[in-house]
């Protein structure tokens, strides 16, 4: 009999359009995973509304997600690919779990601190509740890996202290999740202060660069990419642009440090940052042109995210039904 798969959960929110950073620190490693693992990889549409979005972007970004994640190569007949709010376990299930959640842990989460920082007064509850839905994405599948950056390890941890705890009040329920770091899994920072992630909702255009960038855009943004007065190509923290426009050339051409410190040495930043530029261009044309095509076919996508939406919910509801009968709740 074969050896059950082991459980992967992931998504991005379309709370912007995707940069490279999305694409590199996670869609590209999603595309290896997708034959060892049982995947669901969804769009997070409920995640983006923590902050205001506009109807119409919302939903033109979200069928572009979902174009994105086709174009790159995730294959709809080996994983679920579906669209969050269309699977209602999600916020059945975050509300079960908000009420095992304490305020004093949902306070210390670094990315609400840092988020409502620059909010002013009106920082949405949804923005402070974030953890526990992504707390119920992830153990609602019963999943064992998730494919999170750094920034996101702190909910993680959250996710499974709030399993342990609901194991341990009402028996096991919940397999606990870890997280699974890609060996090739990069985190991208800012073109213009390379101290800070490469984040879609950044105000600085020339920040970021997006997947769907025509290529005269990338090749100027690269170009006008902070680096220092030093001349030299070097992996290290003293020069941290040229370190994050390094790591953007090891991670889409596969190779080293010393190959690239020796292939650049003595030739300053210009032919450095034209390969870079090129390097992206040619990693992100091709998938630019199938997403097009992609997005092209509304009813390709219907039929893709309909089938995902039935299998996650087929999957998730029978947690839930878990979940509700462990707790009290009267069968429906
Ligand atoms: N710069 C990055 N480098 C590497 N990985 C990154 N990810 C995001 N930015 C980088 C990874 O992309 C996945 C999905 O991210 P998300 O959209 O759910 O949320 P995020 O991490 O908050 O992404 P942004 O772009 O910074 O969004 P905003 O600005 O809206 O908050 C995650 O696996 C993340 O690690």
Redesign the pocket.
């Known amino acids: 009999m074969e050896e059950s798969k082991k459980v992967i959960f992931?998504?991005?929110?379309p709370?912007?359009d995707?940069?490279l950073?999305?694409y590199?620190?996670?869609i590209k490693n999603w595309v290896k995973l997708q034959e060892e693992y049982e995947c669901y990889f969804c769009v997070?549409d409920l995640?983006?509304i923590t902050?205001k979005q506009e109807p119409k972007d919302l939903r033109r970004r979200t069928l572009e997600i979902l174009a994105i994640y086709l174009a790159s190569g995730i294959d709809p007949d080996k994983n679920t690919l579906f669209i969050q709010s269309h699977v209602p376990a999600h916020c059945e299930a975050s509300w079960l779990l908000t009420c095992c959640t304490y305020m004093g842990e949902l306070s210390r989460m670094t990315?609400y601190k840092d988020?409502s920082k620059n909010s002013g007064g009106s920082i949405s509850a949804g923005l402070f509740n974030y953890p526990t839905l992504m707390a119920a994405d992830i153990l609602l599948y019963q999943s064992n890996l998730v494919?999170?950056?750094k920034?996101?390890f702190q909910h993680l941890e959250m996710a499974r202290n709030i399993a342990e705890r609901f194991n341990k009040t009402y028996s096991d329920t919940f397999a606990l999740p870890e997280a699974y770091t890609a060996k090739a899994?990069?985190?991208?920072?800012d073109l213009q202060d390379p101290t800070k992630?490469?984040?879609?909702?950044?105000k600085n255009v020339n920040g970021y660069i997006l997947i769907m960038d025509p290529p005269e855009v990338i090749r100027k943004k690269v170009n006008r990419a902070v680096t220092d007065s030093l001349g030299v190509v070097k992996y290290n923290d003293e020069q941290l642009g040229v370190k994050n426009l390094m790591t953007i050339l090891m991670t889409i051409n596969n190779v080293t440090i010393e190959e690239i410190e020796n292939k650049y040495q003595g030739l300053g930043y210009s032919q450095f940052k034209k390969d870079v530029a090129e390097a992206i261009v040619s990693e992100l044309e091709p998938i630019q042109v199938k997403t097009k095509e992609y997005i092209g076919n509304k009813a390709y996508l219907e039929g893709i995210y309909k089938k995902g939406s039935d299998k996650a919910s087929y999957v998730s509801n029978k947690t839930l039904r878990k979940m509700q009968k462990k707790m009290g709740f009267i069968p429906r």
């Open positions: 992931s998504g991005v929110k709370s912007g995707l940069t950073g999305n590199l620190g996670a997070m995640h983006a902050v990315q988020k494919p999170v950056g920034d996101q899994g990069a985190k991208i920072m992630k490469m984040s879609k909702s950044e």
